[in-house]
């Protein structure tokens, strides 16, 4: 698991923001207490000593220690006791001035030891889904709702390759890996599934707690386009994150305008990513004589050396879904 940097230096922030709220909370209940109920403020004075007197007691030494720790711990536990009575007397919890940490395994460090715990494994994968600039389609596109019924036809290999190449993604999703490499190249008409499948694999790669980057080649091209030519737009995502982000899946290849800019940053993105065996998704509604037609040889050659294709076949699900009413 590596998440994404700037996701991980946030939510690690914000953890620790939570940390210091709840232990403030609890202080300024304490205070509260301290001002209402005089005894407790004389209990809790007595009871923040106990760690003084039981150093002192070891240091002592002597056969006696183990029973004058029995004997603080006596003390303490009395005073417990009355400090309890003391606030449902006056009409308190007796837990209202602990600590109340929004994750109780890990106190809002975020750590089980060193371990991360549950609570912020779950935060950064909500952060990873924002990160990924996948918006809304995460929500509604998954493994679980791919039907494979899209692509019953007269001829049954259409149905066959589809069961093979969701078998394939679905694998290679749940068994991502820190070194896993391979990349896929989606091929077909509109509406076949291509990005659904693709959504459905980022997703399972965020859970994993990769870093993902989803983006369609325009978006892509158009973030090196303003990097480039500063013509007051933003880019939306930090360019590093083309070569780096540890999933990137390039949406729709072939709807960007072509021009000698466009061509270098598409190859320069595609070949780094090569050599440093990082994993890509490219999805085209292009033919290979049309990708041919339109890159240039060194990304071609890139794209049949080093992408699985998975040609997609069938009818457009959205009209069979339009179709179905
Ligand atoms: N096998 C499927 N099961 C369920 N829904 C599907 C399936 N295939 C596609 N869809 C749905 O049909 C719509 C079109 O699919 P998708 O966007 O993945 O097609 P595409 O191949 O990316 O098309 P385009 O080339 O136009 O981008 C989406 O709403 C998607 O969720
Ligand atoms: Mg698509
Ligand atoms: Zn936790």
């Excluded at 995460?138 to 390759?161: G, H, K, M, V």
């Excluded at 013509?231 to 995502?237: I, R, S």
Aim: hydrophobic share 35%; with cysteine; aromatic share 10%.
């Amino acid at each position: 698991m590596s998440y994404n940097k700037e996701d991980y230096v946030r939510i690690k922030t914000e953890f620790s923001q939570k940390y210091i709220r709840a232990r403030e909370r609890a202080q300024a209940r304490r205070n509260e207490l301290h001002a209402k109920i005089p005894e407790v403020w004389e209990i809790d004075r007595l009871l923040s000593k106990t760690g003084m007197e039981i150093m002192e007691a070891i240091t002592k030494g002597g056969v006696d220690t183990e029973s004058r720790i029995a004997a603080i711990r006596k003390r303490n536990e009395a005073l417990q006791a009355k400090r309890g009575e003391l606030l449902r007397a006056g009409g308190y919890p007796e837990t209202y001035s602990d600590v109340q940490y929004e994750c109780r395994r890990c106190g809002d460090t975020g750590y089980v030891d060193t371990v991360m715990c549950e609570c912020m494994k779950r935060a950064l994968v909500l952060a990873g889904y924002e990160s990924s600039g996948l918006g809304g389609l995460i929500r509604t596109q998954s493994f679980d709702n791919f039907s494979l019924e899209y692509y019953r036809s007269s001829d049954p290999r259409e149905y066959e390759a589809m069961q093979r190449y969701v078998t394939w993604l679905q694998q290679f999703a749940e068994r991502f890996e820190k070194d896993t490499y391979q990349n896929w190249l989606l091929v077909g008409a509109t509406g076949l599934g291509k990005t659904h499948l693709s959504t459905a694999v980022a997703k399972t790669v965020i859970e994993r707690g990769f870093d993902v980057l989803y983006v369609t080649a325009v978006g892509m091209l158009g973030d090196f386009e303003a990097k480039r030519f500063g013509n007051g737009v933003e880019a939306k995502h930090d360019l590093s994150r083309y070569a780096e982000a540890e999933l990137l899946i390039i949406d729709d290849l072939g709807t960007e305008m072509t021009n000698q800019f466009t061509l270098s940053c598409l190859y320069d993105v595609i070949n780094q990513r090569i050599n440093q065996r990082r994993c890509t998704v490219i999805n085209t509604n292009l033919s290979y004589k049309e990708l041919e037609a339109r890159y240039s040889e060194r990304i071609t050659s890139r794209l049949l050396g080093e992408y699985r294709p998975l040609i997609f076949k069938g009818t457009d699900v959205r009209r069979q879904k339009i179709k179905k009413g």
